[in-house]
């Protein structure tokens, strides 16, 4: 059943068939309820009527009998009653077993001025006179017209059975007045509506076997071209474009596989251009940090020598060795950040992971920063569940998320404190950095991992930036199983989450801090 189930809801062929089956049954069920209907009702009907006019017929002859016979002898009435029971209950047009049954009701009639003793009274078939119903026999007493009524009767020597029974009162000379019925089965009706009804069953069981296989057969000619172009696309997610669907016939569907083909073609056009693009541009950004290396030492080299003999220099120049050594620091780590994001590109960043303490690593990264940082009356305050957390991660990358994190929210703290909070759970471990600062506006947090992009980049920084710093956070998050997860509103600062595998490589199962906003402190 679940094979079936996982069918239909990954076939769209299985879909429309299932589909379609399922509304025909409906469809088929509501005309056959509606025709079995009428049909059982006709029959019923017509069966009600021929049953009706020949207990009319039989009683009309039972009475004229009776009254031509009328002051004979006892013998010729007795043998009267029986032929009328006979030609009673002789088998019909309707081929439907009959049982008659008379009882007599009321003061017998009198004979010679005493009343008569031959009681005719009589049930065939083994008849149960108990079961009938009281209703129709007052009816039948008190009328000189054919009553009738369905019912289930009794008796002694066969199963109980649902009939038809039609009554009428009549005379029988000499004896006094008798309730005669005559008791009409069923079967035969039953078994024409039984038959009726399997006939309907097996039609519209075929009816629906026709509907489900011409079903299948047209959408066949629809899903085949519809599972070629899904498996040409599969190929095109592996890198083969060189799958193109056949186009036989003028039909919409040909007009589908020419489209999809000309998408084809455009798409392994724009790709191989853009991987050609993506190629040199890489090749590019990689040979020039390495390019550049060579003379940034040089110029390193000479820088220290100039700074180093700075106290014997005029103040201009003195102060120009200190910004040509500020600048080159600068220009070395743009060109570090650039070697690691060719890296990322080329899809040749490797981990290396050791288990280390991350409580321990962030409070050295803060201690660091803060060194570093010319805002030194910024506290940085850390709080962390546990004395110590270990993982097993690639700690040049976790510390260089750690650093750039930090130095961001104290670039942008507006002399406010920045808090840190740990949380640490079985399989994962999650790092917030909040500062209370200037924020980052709601649109642009799409944004703020985006390599070069700046809030406003007309604000002056304390620190120049390389513009590449968060983006290699992410990258080394994911790199790691992670996610780096920012939230912001002006005015109100900013707060990045960090969240890692405590076994790298694994996938995070949540986020043990949310990135959100939440009260300032008390005691800033």
């Not at 006892?74 to 032929?83: E, G, H, L, N, R």
């Not at 083909?261 to 890489?282: F, G, T, Y």
């Not at 942008?412 to 399989?427: L, M, Q, W, Y």
């Not at 780096?484 to 890692?500: E, R, S, Y």
């Amino acid at each position: 059943m679940n094979r079936i189930a996982i069918k239909v809801r990954t076939s769209l062929a299985s879909k429309v068939i299932v589909s379609t089956v399922l509304l025909s049954l409906g469809v088929v069920w509501l005309t056959g309820s509606a025709l079995y209907s009428q049909l059982s009702a006709g029959v019923k009907q017509v069966n009600l009527e021929t049953s009706l006019a020949e207990a009319r017929s039989s009683f009309f002859n039972a009475q004229y009998q009776f009254l031509l016979i009328k002051g004979a002898q006892s013998s010729i009435i007795t043998k009267a009653v029986q032929d009328v029971i006979i030609s009673s209950t002789e088998v019909s047009l309707n081929q439907d077993r009959k049982s008659i049954f008379l009882s007599r009701f009321g003061t017998p009639f009198q004979v010679s001025g005493q009343r008569s003793s031959i009681d005719y009274s009589t049930a065939t078939d083994g008849l149960d006179i108990s079961s009938f119903p009281t209703e129709l026999r007052k009816r039948v007493r008190s009328s000189d017209l054919v009553e009738y009524q369905y019912s289930k009767v009794r008796y002694q020597n066969r199963a109980d059975a649902n009939v038809l029974i039609a009554g009428r009162r009549i005379a029988i000379p000499d004896s006094g007045n008798y309730e005669m019925y005559l008791v009409y089965s069923l079967s035969n009706q039953n078994a024409t509506l039984a038959l009726i009804q399997s006939s309907l069953l097996i039609t519209g069981l075929a009816l629906l076997f026709l509907i489900g296989l011409i079903t299948w057969l047209v959408v066949r000619q629809v899903v085949r071209p519809v599972r070629e172009a899904a498996r040409i696309a599969q190929q095109f997610t592996q890198g083969d474009f060189s799958q193109r669907m056949k186009v036989e016939s003028a039909d919409e569907i040909a007009t589908l596989g020419t489209a999809f083909n000309d998408m084809a073609l455009s798409l392994e056009s724009q790709i191989s251009r853009l991987e050609n693009l993506s190629r040199v541009q890489q090749r590019f950004v990689s040979d020039v940090s390495h390019e550049l290396r060579t003379p940034l030492t040089t110029l390193r080299m000479a820088s220290e020598v100039i700074y180093s003999e700075r106290e014997n220099f005029d103040p201009t120049i003195a102060r120009s060795s200190e910004l040509l050594i500020a600048q080159l620091d600068r220009f070395e780590r743009l060109l570090e950040d650039l070697l690691e994001v060719s890296r990322f590109d080329a899809e040749v960043a490797v981990l290396e992971p050791v288990d280390f303490d991350l409580v321990s690593l962030i409070e050295r990264c803060i201690q660091d920063v803060r060194a570093n940082s010319h805002d030194h009356l910024i506290s940085i305050n850390i709080d962390h569940e546990t004395e110590h957390v270990m993982i097993k991660a690639d700690i040049r990358r976790v510390e260089r998320i750690m650093r750039n994190l930090l130095s961001n929210a104290l670039d942008h703290a507006e002399d406010k404190p920045v808090n840190v909070s740990i949380v640490s759970t079985e399989s994962e471990v999650a790092i917030g950095v909040r500062d209370y600062g200037t924020g980052i506006e709601p649109a642009s947090l799409s944004r703020v991992f985006d390599r070069f992009w700046r809030a406003d980049p007309s604000r002056a920084r304390v620190r120049g930036g390389t513009g590449l710093g968060l983006s290699i956070a992410l990258e080394d998050a994911r790199l790691h199983g992670g996610e780096l997860d920012a939230w912001g509103i002006p005015g109100q600062g900013a707060h990045f989450v960090l969240t890692l595998p405590k076994m790298a490589g694994e996938q995070i199962a949540g986020r043990p801090i949310r990135p959100q906003p939440f009260d300032y402190p008390q005691n800033s």
